[in-house]
């Protein structure tokens, strides 16, 4: 028994799926996912997920219809990469959980607020402060070793004050 699910995907712009060789312009496109299920006596992970996808039609040739059927995956890829349009994929990260309903209840029994949950991402994405930038006197870390070893993996910090 094969099992389809029809629905639309939008793309805000331009996409390349890996196996099929044109960029496809941004727009509506109808979508059927069709699942065939593993031949007997093979595990459920067998599964196997396909998508059939209704192409615009060319302007050469406006009165061809065409379909593409590609992995399950490869359409994932590129709705996804669509969906980040720019933003830094912890960004698509924030938001997917923030809309997630029971990821609301738990944060609602922990006593998080989402102005906090934003906060803590908004730091993730900081670049790292220069640790050379406003330094007076290094530090020598415990082992003995002194600030040339900064090439060899140790560090130095700043102890000045502001």
Not at 11 to 20: D, K, N, V, W, Y
Not at 83 to 90: D, F, M, N, P, Q
Not at 143 to 148: E, V
């Amino acid at each position: 028994m094969t099992g389809s699910i029809k629905t639309t995907a939008i793309f805000l712009r331009a996409f390349e799926l890996p196996s099929f060789n044109e960029i496809l312009p941004p727009g509506e496109y109808e979508v059927e996912t069709q699942f065939s299920p593993p031949s007997a006596g093979v595990s459920p992970d067998a599964w196997k997920a396909s998508v059939l996808v209704r192409l615009h039609p060319r302007t050469s040739h406006p009165g061809l219809s065409r379909t593409l059927t590609v992995p399950f995956a490869e359409f994932e890829r590129a709705v996804a990469k669509d969906k980040l349009t720019g933003k830094a994929l912890t960004d698509f990260f924030l938001e997917e959980m923030l809309a997630d309903p029971m990821i609301r209840l738990v944060m609602e029994a922990d006593g998080v607020g989402e102005a906090e949950l934003r906060d803590l991402y908004s730091r993730t994405r900081k670049p790292p402060a220069d640790p050379l930038q406003g330094q007076q006197e290094p530090i020598t870390p415990r082992d003995g070793k002194g600030a040339d070893d900064e090439t060899q993996g140790i560090g130095t910090q700043g102890s000045g004050s502001l």
